[in-house]
């Protein structure tokens, strides 16, 4: 039996593991030490995400404020969830 990473065990319905491994992954290339955390919560966290229906709730801290570079960070993940992720709305 595999190891389950920490998003297995975290996220119950298997189709958004991947969708919250990329988001996590984006945030960490692009924040690099300046990314504190991350929370995901509602549809997604509970388990009860409706595809091509349910969004991805995300807050998002930093440890300082973020530079100019860094805010268009998330329009990049936002296209990028778009096309891979299109099942996920919002």
Not at 56 to 63: A, E, F, M, W, Y
């Amino acid at each position: 039996m595999p190891i389950q990473s920490p998003i297995n065990q975290l996220i119950p319905q298997p189709t958004y593991v991947p969708v919250v491994e990329d988001l996590i992954a984006c945030l960490k290339s692009g924040l690099k030490d300046n990314l504190h955390s991350v929370y995901i919560y509602g549809s997604v966290a509970n388990g009860n995400a409706i595809p091509n229906v349910s969004n991805l709730d995300v807050v998002l801290v930093t440890q300082r404020p973020l530079a100019a570079g860094q805010k268009s960070l998330f329009n990049s993940i936002n296209w990028r969830f778009q096309k891979d992720f299109p099942f996920v709305k919002g």
